[in-house]
């Protein structure tokens, strides 16, 4: 919702200036994607990606970048539409294994690349499905739309008035899953891992650690160059859920504690059925008075 919304200026509170601007619509999951997901993937694509065991309903950790394009890929690919990634070797392909740790994506030649907001040679102009860029990931969890503001929080919180508290799970306002120990601790299940955001989606602020597509220079012309981490894990410190807040990792190298989200274009309502029906993707939506 809200297409050319105004980038994040930082007028209060904490921020990334010139983020989250948007031109265009899409939309982005409600919840991280599980591990239960992943496995599912697994069985139906030959993806071969080994998500640390935490339950099916929790979301899906130690994933690399790479292994979650490649997740998105076979999301696309299943149902008819156009991958979002270039590998030289896919699911089926002799040779293929999703843990090479030199198998690293292709760019797409500019004429087959994503325009909509900047030219980005990682995303095909025809995909359906892709990983959140920084900045459909930043509007998502920072901004709202019916006050034309950026919160430092993703529960739609700033730091100079009051934070979110810290909790195992649960869905009440104001929360969000951070600050357990390691030892005993784990992240929440997907559905139950904290407040909203303004547009509705869940644990974009604590619970894992979520990949987005763009490299930490924010120019995506660079295969091998470092992507950005985003939100904070459940084991974590609320810092790390700020908006100012900033951390990479390379596209082959994860933790147990990094996952991601699925972001989509706007579909036909024919498709809508069918979309609902994969990985549990939500819509999220201006909230908008009755």
């Given at each position: ?272 059925s069918l979309l609902l029906a994969v990985g549990g993707l939500g819509l999220w939506r201006r909230r908008r008075s009755a």
């Amino acid at each position: 919702g809200d297409p050319g919304n105004p980038d994040d200026t930082g007028t209060t509170g904490l921020y990334h200036t010139g983020a989250g601007g948007g031109e265009y619509e899409n939309r982005i999951g409600k919840y991280e994607i599980s591990t239960g997901m992943v496995h599912k993937a697994n069985n139906l694509g030959g993806l071969e990606v080994i998500p640390f065991p935490y339950a099916l309903d929790e979301p899906a950790g130690h994933v690399t970048w790479n292994e979650a394009a490649r997740f998105v890929n076979w999301l696309n690919t299943s149902q008819g539409h156009q991958a979002a990634y270039r590998f030289a070797v896919n699911p089926g392909d002799p040779g293929y294994s999703v843990s090479n740790a030199n198998d690293h994506i292709q760019l797409w030649d500019s004429s087959d690349s994503w325009q909509e907001g900047g030219e980005n040679r990682f995303r095909h102009r025809d995909a359906y499905y892709f990983l959140p860029s920084f900045d459909e990931y930043y509007k998502a969890a920072y901004y709202s739309g019916s006050g034309n503001i950026y919160y430092d929080f993703p529960t739609g919180q700033d730091a100079n008035q009051n934070t979110p508290k810290a909790v195992a799970f649960g869905t009440e306002m104001g929360t969000s899953v951070y600050g357990l120990e390691v030892v005993s601790g784990a992240p929440a299940p997907i559905n139950q891992a904290g407040g909203l955001s303004a547009y509705g989606t869940m644990a974009q602020g604590g619970n894992i650690n979520e990949h987005v597509e763009s490299t930490i220079f924010m120019v995506n012309n660079d295969p091998m160059a470092t992507r950005r981490l985003m939100g904070g894990e459940w084991s974590g410190v609320l810092t790390q859920q700020r908006s100012s807040f900033g951390g990479g990792v390379s596209p082959n190298v994860t933790s147990f504690n990094d996952g991601f989200r699925v972001a989509s274009v706007i579909p036909e309502p024919s498709s809508l059925s069918l979309l609902l029906a994969v990985g549990g993707l939500g819509l999220w939506r201006r909230r908008r008075s009755a």
